[in-house]
C-alpha cells in the first residue's frame, strides 16, 4: 500500500490543511508544556505530539550539543537512532552550523547524509535556541520524498518556539 499524505485526517497536503494542521499542534503543545519546566519531559512529548500527528513520518526526535562540537541523541519516536553526530556533518549538524531550518527533498542528494534508516528519503530540521544560542535540533524523517515544504519549516519552527520558552 503506498501512503499519501491525503490520507490523513486534515484531507489533504494543502498548505491549507498543514497550516490547520500546526494550529492543532501548536493549541496541543501549548497544552502539554504549560506549567512544566522539566527539559526532557517536554521534549519528550513534543516528539510523541509530532510523531503521532503529522503524516508521513517515520522518525521525529531531539538531537541536543553536548559539547561545541556533538550532538547527542534526545527524546524521540520511531526506530533506533544514530546516538552522535558532530557539528558540520549530514542534515542535523549542517542545521547547527547553520543556524536555520533546512528542508531536503531528497536525502540521498544531500552531501554526507547520515542514514540512520535506509528507509527515510526526506528530512526537515529545525534549530533549537537558547538564550540566543543553539543547544540542538528537532529533526524529522519521512519514508516519502519531497515530504517537506517551506510551510512544514514555518510550523515545526513555531513549535520549536513554544518549547524554547520552558527553558526561559
Known sequence: MTFHLSD?????????AKQTMYADLRSQLTGLVHGE????????NFSSLVFNTMPG????????????????LGPF?????????????????????????IVVAD??????????????????????FSKGEIIGVFDLDSPLPNRFDAVDA?????????LEQTLE
Open 154 to 162: 514555518e510550523g515545526i519552527g513555531s513549535l520549536v518556539k513554544i
Open 107 to 128: 536525502v540521498h542528494a544531500f552531501p554526507g547524509h547520515i542514514a540512520c534508516d535506509v528507509n527515510s528519503r526526506s528530512e526537515l530540521v529545525v534549530p533549537v
Open 37 to 44: 519546566t522539566d527539559w526532557i519531559a517536554n521534549t519528550a
Open 8 to 16: 490523513t485526517a486534515y484531507g489533504t497536503d494543502t498548505p491549507e
Open 57 to 72: 513520518l517515520n522518525w521525529a526526535g531531539f538531537y541536543f550539543l553536548k559539547t561545541q562540537d556533538e550532538l547527542v
Open 77 to 101: 519516536q520511531g526506530k533506533p537512532a544514530c546516538i552522535r553526530i558532530k557539528r558540520g556533518r549530514g542534515v542535523c549538524g549542517t542545521t547547527v552550523e547553520k543556524g536555520e531550518a
